[in-house]
C-alpha cells in the first residue's frame, strides 16, 4: 500500500551510447545523470536548475518513465518507477515547452477528450473537465479548430491543459512557459501555485529564473548531471556570495568624485555629455552611503539604480565553482 511520500530519487544514473569513431566504429557511454539523489514531498514547488547540457531534461524523462534509469531508483509515493510504471502514470503527468504533446489533425476539444480516457477520467466528470482546461489556457473560442491550425503559442497552451486533465498528484514542468504569451505564463504561474497550495508536487525546470524565484520553495541545482546545490532560492544566493548591484549616475564628474569611487571599489564608465556611471556590486545597501559620499564629494547625481542579487548570478557561480561549490 503506498502513502503520500513523494517523488524520492536515490543515487540516479543514465548513461546513453554514443560513437566514438565512424559509423561502425568503437561506442563509448555518455554520463547524463551522475548519482542525483532529490525529493520532491506533496505541496510544494521544487526547482531543478542549470546551465544547458546540465541533465535536467533526462531527469524529469525518467522521472516520468519516458526514460529508464542505468541506475538508481526512483519511486512514486512508494511505487518504483520500472517496476510499477503504469500505476506511477496513473499519478504523475508532464508539461514540456517546445516539444509537440497533442496531436495536430485532431481539435483541441478531442484532444483532451482523447487523453482524459487514456487517464481513466470519468466520462460523467470529463467534459466540464475539458471546459474548465481549454478556459483555463485561454482556447475555449478555438476548442473545435484542428490543432494544426494553431499557433506555437495556442498549441503549448493546450499542451498545458492536457498535462492537467487526469488532476495529477505530481507534475512535472519542463519549461512550461516556453513560448506562451506573458498573460497566459502568468495564469499558468498561478494555476501551478494553486494547485500547490491543495497539495500537488511540483517539479519545475525554466530558463526564467525569476519564475524560480516567484514560484520555488526549494531547488536543487545540477552540473553535467551531478548535485552541485540546493536550498531555497534565498539560501543559494546568500550561499554563493551574490551580491546586490548600485549604478549610480554622476553628471559633473571629478577628481573628488573618482576618489569616491576608488574608496567604495565602484567602477566608473564614462557617458556621453560627460558624465560618469559608477557601479558597485556589494553584499550590503551601500547606495545610501556612496550617492552621501558623492554629494560630499561636489558630485550631482543623475539617476540610481538597485538590482538586487538575482538567482541567475548564483547559477552562474555555482556552475562556475563546480562540484567544489557543494552547500
Not at 498528484?169 to 491543495?198: C, K, N, Q, S
Not at 548591484?245 to 567604495?264: K, M
Not at 550631482?300 to 548570478?313: M, P, R, V, Y
Request: aromatic letters at 4%; hydrophobic letters at 40%.
Amino acid at each position: 500500500m503506498t502513502g503520500t511520500t513523494g517523488i524520492q530519487v536515490r543515487s540516479l544514473h543514465k548513461d546513453f551510447p554514443v560513437r566514438t569513431k565512424g559509423v561502425f566504429g568503437a561506442r563509448d557511454v555518455k554520463r547524463a545523470v551522475a548519482g542525483l539523489d532529490l525529493d520532491i514531498p506533496p505541496g510544494r514547488i521544487t526547482g531543478l536548475l542549470g546551465l544547458n547540457g546540465a541533465g535536467k531534461t533526462t531527469t524529469i524523462k525518467i522521472l516520468a518513465t519516458l526514460l529508464r534509469p542505468t541506475s538508481g531508483t526512483v519511486t512514486v509515493d512508494g511505487l518504483d518507477t520500472v517496476a510499477d510504471a503504469r500505476a506511477v502514470r496513473r499519478r504523475i503527468n508532464l508539461i514540456a515547452g517546445g516539444e509537440r504533446m497533442v496531436y495536430t489533425r485532431m481539435t483541441g476539444r478531442e484532444n483532451l477528450w482523447y487523453f482524459g480516457q487514456l487517464y481513466d477520467v470519468p466520462k460523467r466528470e470529463l467534459s466540464s473537465r475539458i471546459d474548465e482546461l481549454l478556459s483555463t489556457v485561454g482556447l475555449t473560442d478555438a476548442a473545435d479548430t484542428v490543432v494544426e491550425r494553431y499557433s506555437r503559442g495556442m498549441t503549448q497552451r493546450l499542451a498545458i491543459a492536457r498535462g492537467l486533465i487526469n488532476r495529477p498528484a505530481y507534475l512535472l514542468l519542463d519549461e512550461p512557459t516556453l513560448g506562451l504569451d506573458a498573460p497566459i505564463a502568468r495564469d499558468l504561474r498561478r494555476v501551478v501555485a494553486r494547485l500547490a497550495a491543495e497539495g500537488t508536487g511540483v517539479l519545475l525546470t525554466s530558463h526564467y529564473l525569476a519564475e524560480v524565484e516567484e514560484l520555488c520553495g526549494h531547488v536543487y541545482v545540477i552540473s553535467a548531471g551531478r548535485h552541485l546545490a540546493a536550498g531555497s532560492p534565498a539560501e543559494l544566493k546568500a550561499a554563493t556570495g551574490s551580491h546586490r548591484t548600485i549604478r549610480l549616475t554622476v553628471t559633473n564628474p571629478g577628481e573628488a568624485t573618482a576618489a569616491v569611487a576608488t574608496r567604495f571599489g565602484a567602477t566608473r564608465e564614462p557617458l556621453p555629455g560627460g558624465g560618469e556611471l559608477l557601479t558597485l556590486r556589494h553584499p550590503d545597501d551601500m547606495a545610501g552611503p556612496l550617492a552621501a559620499a558623492i554629494v560630499g564629494a561636489g558630485g550631482s547625481i543623475g539617476g540610481l539604480e538597485i538590482a538586487e542579487a538575482s538567482l541567475e548570478d548564483a547559477i552562474l557561480a555555482l556552475a562556475e565553482a563546480g562540484e567544489g561549490a557543494l552547500v
